[in-house]
């Protein structure tokens, strides 16, 4: 599932999401990242990934961190020891970012009956 984000929304999504604050300044997108590492990013997009479950509950909610950790990916995840998921990913434009949920089919499913009736 992908979500459009509005550029009004993309530092307050990335700072729950990757703990990350962002900022263009001209053409540089500059990163923040937690422990004082800025990442400077030349161009017109950057991808992060790697949210902790608790990230996910605090800007999606339940439903969406259940559907997430019923994906295969998710699941292979946690068995590596990876610490935060891949299976949610935000990229960062000039003007808005995307957000991409990977899902599990049954919690997809049911999020998509929510939405489309």
Known sequence: MSLDICEQHIERLAKTLFNAKVKWMEQVLHIDLAGGTTLIVPGSEATLKGVSGDAIIQAFGLEIHSAIYECPIQKREVTEGKRGTE???????????????????????????QLYT
């Open 87 to 113: 299976c949610v990913s935000m990229i960062l434009m000039k003007n808005g970012g995307i957000i991409s949920l990977s899902l599990g089919l049954e919690g997809g499913l049911r999020i998509q009956k």
